[in-house]
């Protein structure tokens, strides 16, 4: 776990790495900066996963987890790539273009998010509203934890008890 910590940066995304591992996720997309790839890279090559890198860069606002960046040239000096991760190239490759047209509803079934959930999020990204955070979380789909990397579920839940999310945090949760 340690080492994995020190190829991914944080135990959130060691988690859904392991998750894909054992087919839970059907891709996982991560932001790294430059200097992260190479280990990163170097991970999936030994496990034999694909890895896409996204056409354009993020210029992050504020600290690690914040939700709001803005699109630079993948030349730009700062920012950070978008990752997809998968088993499956094609999966990976979609799941690239559908963020790259800001199809987040599409990207979130690529991803393995519940419908109800890829569709609230697109109308709350249509709206500016790209961190739609709920009061009253059930403990295990609490994404406000995502801030202390804690979190088990990596997707904005479409209501407080989102029982599709539920279901996905607790067979993810098992397994850890
Ligand atoms: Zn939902």
Request: include cysteine; hydrophobic fraction near 30%.
């Amino acid at each position: 776990m340690k080492d994995l910590i020190q190829t991914f940066g944080s135990k959130t995304k060691v988690r859904e790495i392991l998750y894909l591992l054992k087919d839970l996720k059907p891709v996982v997309r991560q932001g790294f900066y430059p200097h992260e790839l190479e280990k990163v890279k170097q991970f999936c090559e030994k496990n034999n996963l694909f890895l896409e890198l996204s056409p354009y860069k993020i210029l992050m606002e504020g600290s690690n987890y914040s939700d709001k960046g803005t699109r630079m040239s993948k030349d730009h000096s700062q920012g950070m790539f978008f990752v997809y991760i998968s088993k499956n190239q094609k999966q990976a490759l979609l799941a690239n273009l559908h963020e790259t047209k800001q199809d987040h509803y599409n990207l979130g079934l690529a991803l393995g998010y519940p419908e109800c959930c890829a569709k609230f999020y697109q109308e709350q990204f249509k709206k500016g509203n790209l961190a739609p955070e709920h009061q009253n979380y059930h403990p295990l789909i609490d994404i406000r934890k995502r801030k202390t990397d804690q979190a088990i579920i990596s997707h904005f839940p479409c209501s407080p008890n989102c029982q599709k999310s539920i279901q996905l945090a607790l067979s993810l949760d098992s397994e850890l």
